[in-house]
């Protein structure tokens, strides 16, 4: 009983020992017992303690889990449904009597590397409980039964139903998240579940566990990894750790914009259609997500380099900046501020009107894109150089260029930014190689967010700056 005089209720989940089994009956006893109702989670270590204020449960919703369980292939519906509410007050007891124990384990040794091939069965959408006859298998894959383990096989089913799906070809993953050592549950999990991309790998992963952890803002449920459960042409193969601490770490510390961008872009390439070079970003972004390194960063800022100009000079070159230039790779100053942090322990500024200025010597707002394939040239000899020194010397000498072309009608940009490169140019913290590497990967990537073109036969002005950055 609580303070307040509410009736409380304690719950005790054993873990053992194989991790993506113990993470479903955790968030199976959770819903089943407080549903949207918050309720406290501590992890003891060798067991998790649930405890909040009782709530009320929808019958119902109890009654679908059990049902295929309790009465299989009842021959009169009606009949099975009544015999299921007869027995509803005793079965669900049973279960809270079961994991109301401190030392809660199954009655015999169960054999759990076969009763995680027996949840494979569990249920798929947007509702879990939409098709309830699929929950908690009496029999696994092998033939072993667990009449005498009903709570946990219901526990276990009832989480199982809250994992996201991906997969790919005949590979499939359910990703279920486990959490940091005291955590509020209420209303959690209620995320898209499927996820598959052409891209392959790991991508499908990412993308479901950005997902899981987008529709977690807000809720005090610190993510510390996600687990497994991985089946190859519907055979069990593997489960545990997919070891993203690094990507549920950033996303705590605030690197949401970033991270969001990522799983924007796996979005948007996941169809059939979607071109080798767009696939290779995606693989390129998955990588970076899960492990934020400088040289993951560079291979993100070559594709995307290389990715643009496979789009100019293919078919379609007018429709390219409408295209894959609208997105703009961590396009703003707090995004990439983000970037950096993630990527290395220094700050470095990255000067908007630099960036700009880069951007408009190489294609400028006024020429057809069909007259600036020059360009790519220019940006890989910027790829290419090892020191700021040079690196900082060749922007000079491309900007000052751009000043004194005669059909240059942008001059006003490069005006602020012959300061901005004064200012960069003697900060000392990028003469350290890595802290180099990451800004240039950074500055070039924002200088192919800013790339912009005319549409050959379009009758366009200039942009602006500031009318272009929306």
């Known amino acids: 009983?609580?303070?307040?005089?509410?009736?409380?209720?304690?719950?005790?989940?054993?873990?053992?020992?194989?991790?993506?089994?113990?993470?479903?009956?955790?968030?199976?006893?959770a819903h089943l017992f407080f549903g949207t109702a918050s309720a406290e989670v501590e992890d003891k270590g060798a067991f998790w303690v649930i405890y909040g204020s009782e709530s009320s449960r929808d019958k119902d919703q109890i009654l679908w889990i059990m049902d295929e369980l309790l009465v299989p292939r009842a021959k009169d519906v009606q009949k099975k449904i009544k015999a299921l509410e007869q027995n509803f007050e005793k079965i669900f007891q049973g279960i809270a009597d079961y994991f109301g124990q401190p030392n809660s384990i199954a009655k015999k040794d169960t054999p759990l590397m076969a009763m995680d091939t027996s949840l494979l069965t569990g249920i798929r959408g947007f509702d879990p409980l939409a098709r309830y006859s699929l929950l908690a298998p009496q029999t696994s894959a092998s033939g072993a039964k667990y009449k005498d383990d009903q709570p946990e096989i219901i526990a276990s089913t009832f989480g199982l139903s809250y994992a996201a799906r991906s997969w790919v070809q005949k590979e499939t993953n359910l990703i279920l998240p486990i959490f940091g050592e005291r955590f509020v549950i209420g209303g959690f999990l209620n995320f898209r579940r499927n996820f598959s991309h052409q891209a392959g790998g790991s991508v499908t992963t990412v993308w479901a566990a950005l997902s899981i952890l987008s529709d977690l803002i807000g809720k005090p449920i610190p993510v510390i990894d996600f687990v497994y459960n991985k089946i190859v042409q519907q055979t069990f193969y593997e489960s545990g750790y997919l070891g993203y601490e690094r990507l549920c770490s950033n996303w705590q510390e605030?690197?949401?914009?970033?991270?969001?961008?990522?799983?924007?872009?796996?979005?948007?390439?996941?169809?059939?259609?979607?071109?080798?070079?767009?696939?290779?970003?995606?693989?390129?972004?998955a990588r970076f997500a899960i492990n934020p390194t400088v040289t993951n960063l560079e291979a993100i800022q070559k594709l995307k380099a290389r990715l643009l100009i496979a789009l100019t000079e293919g078919e379609g070159q007018n429709r390219w900046f409408a295209s894959e230039l609208r997105f703009r790779l961590w396009g703003n100053q707090d995004t990439l501020k983000e970037v950096i942090s993630m990527t290395i322990e220094n700050e470095i500024p990255i000067p908007e009107g630099l960036t700009w200025a880069v951007a408009k010597s190489l294609i400028p707002s006024d020429k057809p894109l069909h007259e600036a394939k020059g360009?790519?040239?220019?940006?890989?000899?910027?790829?290419?150089?090892?020191?700021?020194?040079?690196?900082?010397?060749?922007?000079?000498?491309?900007?000052?260029?751009?000043?004194?072309?005669?059909?240059?009608?942008?001059?006003?940009?490069?005006?602020?930014?012959?300061?901005?490169?004064?200012?960069?140019?003697?900060?000392?913290?990028?003469?350290?190689?890595?802290?180099?590497?990451?800004?240039?990967?950074?500055?070039?990537?924002?200088?192919?967010?800013?790339?912009?073109?005319?549409?050959?036969?379009?009758?366009?002005?200039?942009?602006?700056?500031?009318?272009?950055?929306?």
Do not use: C, H
Request: a positive charge; proline letters at 4%; zero cysteines.
């Open 375 to 470: 360009w790519f040239n220019k940006f890989v000899r910027l790829e290419n150089l090892g020191t700021a020194d040079r690196f900082f010397a060749e922007i000079e000498r491309i900007i000052s260029r751009a000043t004194y072309d005669p059909d240059q009608t942008v001059n006003r940009v490069f005006g602020a930014s012959k300061e901005e490169l004064q200012k960069i140019r003697q900060l000392a913290v990028l003469q350290d190689n890595k802290t180099f590497r990451a800004f240039k990967a950074v500055f070039l990537l924002e200088v192919l967010s800013k790339l912009r073109g005319r549409p050959e036969g379009a009758d366009e002005s200039p942009e602006t700056p500031a009318e272009s950055e929306t």
């Open 254 to 285: 605030g690197k949401k914009n970033a991270l969001r961008e990522i799983k924007l872009y796996l979005e948007q390439t996941r169809n059939e259609q979607a071109s080798q070079q767009r696939l290779a970003l995606a693989r390129a972004l």
């Open 1 to 29: 009983m609580s303070r307040l005089g509410i009736p409380t209720t304690t719950l005790y989940v054993k873990k053992t020992g194989l991790p993506f089994y113990d993470a479903s009956r955790l968030i199976g006893v």
